[in-house]
């Protein structure tokens, strides 16, 4: 994810920026850039790579002065290189902003300002802040209403700094959707996305509000809102984390931190891409495709993990709501086994946090060579995967740290949602049912929410279990690969044998497993399986099984047979895997912090699996 640093006071500004964006760096980025305003003019430096490499380029030296703005970025629009590093600026090079976030509606008003004659440098959604600043500044506004202006046209999410050579002791910071912390400083002001690149010089930090407006100038600030309401309550908070804990945001793992951005996370993936009245997917990066897609008959996903889990949910939602025949393959298999793949009848699609699985991508590499469609959903922008592949849709949940994927699950499943309203819309699904899936999509990160407020009953649930060393996690239908992801995250951080499965499988083998030391983890909203999902537990109980469910609110029936019961809300089934996975992701997480194991980097596992 893109960090930003701004300051404006009486010390060099290069230094404090520097120092802010190396602070930023475990954010994950591929590009970084800096501008500094000094007598009348802004000189700028960019670099592909490190900050290192920005702290040392020749530019520097040119970059003098108390007020400037700094950028790390993680390509969203256009790939990693210095002319869409930010940086940005406008066709006179006195405007210059940086931004996090993305701008849905830059495409129409980058044609619009092209047509009276603006000439933009890069690829990028941000320049087109700095290019209408210029425009309504022109126009006669003064900054600070050009900004204002500038930002009402503007449709998703932003934090963002802007600077110009007109008003050259102001700053002003913006928010929507995006972090934006304002240090307080004396007579100085460091302005970042997060609170580690303000903490070196000083703990009294302010937190912009959505919507509002910070102008900062001469050791003194305002803030309004975007329609010019004066802000006067804002209180000064004093953070006293240390450079660690501002890493995490305050949480004592990435992992931790990570579940809880899950809501942001899926507004992140949703952004732009519902479109409720006419019940549809907008998918961008299919448009190029999206006649072929009409035509083929069947889908092959593949992936590694936790993302063939994603993808195994994936099938079902497609097959149910598209009626297009899904088969869903781990990576490493499906390149032996001689798929039999077809031209114009096919498509592959492959899932990736990374983009840089090597077995995933030797699933593009066989569709390629057969002549069939590949398509991917995949998190880091530029990776490998993204590059090879036919048409892709990029995940936009920022990094993650974390070794167990948690955000970029759930961004997955929200992802293959679309995907499944998409090919529903293009095929047999009513307008009636496109609509309920939007409008339910729509909700889920507010489930979400609601879900975290249960981590602390979760973490007593945890301590009850976490000395058991055996756990089946089960599930049907769409939270049968729950179940099995469910099983990965407690063994992959805390190292508890688990295992997971189909309740409908228990009688098959698995129960003779089950007496008192072996609990399980059934996964039983109440779905279109729920009855047969309350027999099998029937069946563990009958054995002495210990059970914990996860059922859905205002359900009287599982605690009748479950020994410990958590509920999340009522959603359609084809989502409930979005929420149902959550509880599962504390319950490891938990379990993993008290057997004293490191959640964040669990022995024999790496991020990026970039061997065979
Ligand atoms: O980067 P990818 O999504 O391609 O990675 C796939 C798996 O290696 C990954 O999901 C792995 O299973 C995670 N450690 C699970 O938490």
Not at 215 to 241: M, P, Q, Y
Not at 560 to 575: G, H, N, Q
Request: net charge negative.
């Amino acid at each position: 994810m893109c960090g930003i640093v701004g300051y404006i006071g009486k010390r060099e500004a290069a230094p404090v920026l520097l120092d802010g964006l190396k602070r930023l760096e475990y954010r994950g980025y591929d590009s970084a850039g800096i501008a500094i305003l000094k007598e009348g003019a802004i000189n700028v430096a960019k670099v592909v790579g490190r900050v290192k490499q920005l702290a040392e380029s020749d530019r520097m030296s040119t970059l003098q002065g108390t007020t400037g703005i700094a950028h790390t970025r993680w390509a969203t629009h256009g790939k990693p290189s210095e002319r869409n590093a930010h940086p940005h600026g406008d066709c006179t090079s006195t405007i210059f902003v940086v931004h996090n976030g993305i701008i849905e509606n830059y495409k129409e008003l980058k044609r619009n300002l092209e047509e009276e004659g603006h000439t933009f440098k890069s690829e990028t959604d941000t320049e087109v802040v700095a290019h209408l600043v210029e425009k309504f500044k022109k126009e006669g506004n003064d900054f600070e209403t050009s900004v204002k202006k500038s930002l009402k046209l503007v449709k998703g999410a932003y934090a963002i700094l802007v600077m110009t050579t007109s008003e050259p002791a102001t700053l002003i910071a913006a928010r929507l959707s995006s972090p934006l912390r304002i240090g307080m400083g004396n007579d100085e002001f460091i302005v970042a996305s997060d609170p580690s690149a303000i903490l070196n010089y000083t703990q009294e930090i302010l937190t912009l509000k959505d919507e509002e407006v910070a102008v900062l100038k001469d050791g003194e600030f305002t803030i309004t809102s975007l329609n010019g309401d004066r802000v006067i309550d804002r209180e000064v908070e004093k953070i006293d984390w240390d450079m660690e804990q501002a890493e995490k945001g305050g949480f004592a793992h990435f992992m931790l931190k990570e579940i809880f951005e899950q809501p942001e996370t899926i507004e992140n993936s949703l952004r732009g891409r519902v479109i409720v009245d006419e019940g549809l997917a907008k998918l961008g990066g299919f448009n190029a495709v999206k006649d072929e897609l009409r035509e083929i008959e069947r889908l092959t996903i593949v992936a590694c993990g936790t993302a063939y889990y994603a993808g195994q949910v994936g099938e079902y939602m497609i097959e149910e709501y598209a009626e297009l025949p899904v088969e869903t393959c781990i990576a490493s298999e499906f390149r032996y086994r001689k798929p039999i793949l077809t031209p114009k009848k096919d498509a592959v699609l492959v899932l990736s946090q990374s983009g840089e699985t090597a077995d995933t991508l030797a699933a593009v590499s066989e569709a390629r060579e057969k002549g069939v469609l590949s398509l991917g959903i995949v998190n880091v922008t530029g990776s490998t995967i993204a590059q090879n592949t036919d048409a892709g849709i990029y995940n936009h949940a920022g990094p993650e740290i974390g070794v167990a994927s948690t955000k970029v699950f759930v961004s997955q499943l929200t992802v293959l949602s679309l995907l499944a309203l998409f090919f529903g819309r293009q095929r047999h699904m009513s307008l009636t049912m496109g609509k309920r899936i939007a409008e339910e999509l729509l909700k889920i990160p507010d489930h979400v929410r609601t879900i975290l407020t249960m981590n602390d009953s979760i973490l007593e649930i945890a301590k009850r279990y976490v000395n058991y060393s055996d756990f089946y996690f089960l599930g049907r239908k769409y939270n049968y690969p729950i179940a099995l992801e469910g099983a990965l995250k407690l063994k992959e951080i805390s190292y508890i044998h688990a295992e997971g499965g189909s309740s409908g499988e228990l009688k098959h083998g698995p129960i003779a497993m089950i007496d008192p030391n072996f609990p399980s983890i059934f996964i039983c909203p109440k779905d279109s399986v729920y009855e047969k999902n309350l027999s099998n537990m029937e069946e563990v109980k009958a054995r002495q099984g210990k059970i914990i469910a996860i059922g859905t609110e205002g359900d009287d029936e599982l605690g009748k047979i479950a020994d410990d019961v958590i509920l999340i809300p009522k959603t359609l089934e084809m989502l409930t895997p979005i929420l149902s996975v959550i509880p599962l992701q504390f319950f490891a997480y938990h379990a993993a912090v008290l057997k004293g194991k490191d959640v964040d980097k669990p022995r024999n596992l790496a991020k990026s699996v970039t061997v065979e």
